[in-house]
């Protein structure tokens, strides 16, 4: 008990620490806090309004939800693995403890902060919506207790039986393509709904038929039913996982670090080095194309947003010319969208870290730092333009409207220049740490989650409106506009690196600061 609340108090203190002393990082830490009490809130009314529906409904809806909470708990650890510093068994290897009391230390630090909590008051919710009278209340308090010591020790098993490979370049990009699969499975039942393949209730009656029988679905069978009798699993179930963790977290804390080994270096000839000059652009274009190639955070933006496109294309037609090019001119500058939403477009800095002081002494001119972003953008155009043009074909495509190809991909084109201005403002107006040893899906140290959120949804919402002039007239008709989008975004891109290479002269103290925090 010592152990479960020095834990609990170390994990409250390194929250608090990250509060200290930064403006950005308090107010990432409210909207965190914010996000949570909404996902808690959504959760509980969502959960407790399954007691509108019929019984049987209910039960089933029951199953599958408490059975996907779970396994969001195994999934979304592995994304935010090397932010969340009690994760990873290696950072604590030192501690004067025994196994079974960092396992405990560790199980009391997973079930301290926001998201539990918002987790627990989720999972209440199904006491009120499956529960029928007092006996199925009691048992379902226990039952949510249970389930929610079952995400915790899921959770814990996966991420310390992996965290070896996860900390190695080849497990990150192992895990970039995963996630794929994940997008995929997620997209699943809207493409059977808009498919229409087969009845939705029957499929969901299928699925709580075989998770029924899982931990997770005899917890939310003994809260409808009133029985405890199905909760013994459940306990033996976690007394189980609980002790393959230990044994997982004894091997993790003597099993040698995998991303500490050697990495072969390749050489880069090839038709840019045909193509450009020698000079500071080139120089940065190669460093960023380099970036691109050897870090999966940098890749796996480009394969979701072709995936999520695809299926959305995929799932919202059934491959006749009924959908009209709207929707292929929708679903390409979604697409744009969300290539230039990507951190190494709003926080190009980022990823230099504390190498970025190089640059910073010889930045002698506005001029210089305009190269510098102008080489950034550059090397991302060379991927995201092709990028966006398969985005536009498959959409044409999959829905059948093949006319709305040329003017999706030129909008698309033009609100790419868009998100490079705003990203390159964003930038140098809220920059933050990309620590190095990190998964492909997380972007910034701990604390300033909230900051990088910010800055993404800010480059997002000024691409939203800076492209109006360009999207509203190709969405109401006048293709020839599509013409336009082009000049106009390139247009916003070099006025985005200007007013940002003015900016940056003068904050560069802070800016080096900024992604130089201790991860």
């Given at each position: 008990?010592?152990?479960?609340?020095?834990?609990?108090?170390?994990?409250?203190?390194?929250?608090?620490?990250?509060?200290?002393?930064?403006?950005?990082?308090?107010?990432?830490?409210?909207?965190?806090?914010?996000?949570?009490?909404?996902?808690?809130?959504?959760?509980?009314?969502?959960?407790?309004?399954?007691?509108?529906?019929?019984?049987?409904?209910?039960?089933?809806?029951?199953?599958?939800?408490?059975?996907?909470?779970?396994?969001?708990?195994?999934?979304?650890?592995?994304?935010?693995?090397?932010?969340?510093?009690?994760?990873?068994?290696?950072?604590?290897?030192?501690?004067?403890?025994?196994?079974?009391?960092?396992?405990?230390?560790?199980?009391?630090?997973?079930?301290?902060?926001?998201?539990?909590?918002?987790?627990?008051?989720?999972?209440?919710?199904?006491?009120?919506?499956?529960?029928?009278?007092?006996?199925?209340?009691?048992?379902?308090?226990?039952?949510?207790?249970?389930?929610?010591?079952?995400?915790?020790?899921?959770?814990?098993?996966?991420?310390?039986?992996?965290?070896?490979?996860?900390?190695?370049?080849?497990?990150?990009?192992?895990?970039?393509?995963?996630?794929?699969?994940?997008?995929?499975?997620?997209?699943?039942?809207?493409?059977?709904?808009?498919?229409?393949?087969?009845?939705?209730?029957?499929?969901?009656?299928?699925?709580?038929?075989?998770?029924?029988?899982?931990?997770?679905?005899?917890?939310?069978?003994?809260?409808?039913?009133?029985?405890?009798?199905?909760?013994?699993?459940?306990?033996?179930?976690?007394?189980?996982?609980?002790?393959?963790?230990?044994?997982?977290?004894?091997?993790?804390?003597?099993?040698?670090?995998?991303?500490?080994?050697?990495?072969?270096?390749?050489?880069?000839?090839?038709?840019?080095?045909?193509?450009?000059?020698?000079?500071?652009?080139?120089?940065?274009?190669?460093?960023?194309?380099?970036?691109?190639?050897?870090?999966?955070?940098?890749?796996?933006?480009?394969?979701?947003?072709?995936?999520v496109v695809g299926v959305l294309a995929f799932s919202q037609s059934g491959g006749d010319s009924t959908a009209g090019p709207g929707l292929v001119i929708w679903l390409t500058c979604l697409g744009a969208v969300m290539i230039g939403a990507q951190q190494q477009f709003g926080n190009m800095f980022g990823a230099d870290g504390r190498a970025l002081w190089m640059n910073a002494v010889v930045y002698a001119t506005d001029r210089d730092l305009r190269t510098d972003l102008r080489g950034r953008h550059l090397a991302a155009t060379t991927i995201a333009v092709p990028l966006i043009a398969v985005l536009a074909v498959a959409a044409g495509m999959f829905t059948g409207a093949t006319s709305g190809i040329l003017p999706a991909m030129l909008l698309g084109w033009g609100l790419l220049g868009v998100a490079f201005g705003s990203g390159a403002l964003t930038s140098v107006l809220v920059p933050y740490t990309i620590p190095d040893r990190l998964n492909a899906f997380t972007g910034a140290a701990p604390g300033q989650g909230g900051q990088a959120f910010l800055g993404s949804m800010g480059a997002m919402m000024a691409t939203g409106v800076v492209g109006l002039p360009i999207i509203v007239p190709v969405v109401l008709g006048i293709g020839w506009m599509g013409v336009v989008a082009l000049p106009y975004g390139v247009a916003i891109a070099l006025l985005g690196e200007h007013l940002a290479a003015k900016i940056a002269r003068m904050r560069m103290p802070e800016i080096l600061d900024a992604v130089t925090k201790a991860a």
């Open positions: 008990m010592n152990t479960f609340r020095l834990f609990a108090g170390l994990k409250l203190r390194l929250i608090a620490g990250n509060l200290r002393g930064a403006v950005e990082r308090k107010v990432g830490f409210v909207f965190t806090l914010i996000a949570a009490a909404f996902v808690a809130g959504i959760g509980f009314l969502s959960m407790s309004a399954i007691r509108f529906a019929e019984p049987d409904l209910a039960a089933d809806l029951g199953v599958v939800v408490f059975s996907a909470l779970v396994v969001g708990w195994a999934v979304i650890p592995l994304l935010s693995f090397g932010v969340d510093d009690t994760l990873d068994p290696s950072r604590l290897s030192l501690f004067p403890l025994r196994t079974r009391e960092m396992a405990i230390g560790l199980f009391a630090a997973s079930a301290t902060g926001a998201w539990p909590l918002a987790t627990l008051i989720a999972l209440l919710g199904g006491v009120v919506g499956l529960s029928r009278g007092l006996a199925g209340a009691l048992v379902g308090i226990a039952a949510v207790l249970l389930v929610f010591a079952l995400c915790l020790v899921v959770s814990r098993l996966i991420t310390t039986a992996l965290s070896s490979a996860l900390r190695s370049r080849r497990g990150r990009d192992a895990l970039a393509v995963a996630a794929i699969g994940i997008v995929l499975l997620f997209q699943l039942p809207n493409v059977i709904v808009n498919r229409g393949v087969g009845d939705p209730t029957a499929l969901l009656h299928g699925a709580a038929g075989v998770l029924r029988w899982t931990p997770p679905g005899l917890a939310a069978t003994s809260i409808s039913t009133g029985n405890p009798l199905w909760l013994v699993p459940v306990a033996a179930a976690i007394v189980l996982i609980g002790w393959l963790w230990i044994k997982a977290l004894a091997r993790a804390l003597v099993t040698p670090d995998s991303s500490s080994q050697a990495a072969s270096v390749r050489g880069s000839t090839g038709l840019l080095d045909r193509l450009m000059p020698d000079g500071p652009l080139s120089a940065v274009v190669y460093k960023e194309l380099r970036y691109i190639r050897r870090d999966p955070r940098f890749r796996v933006g480009w394969l979701v947003s072709l995936v």
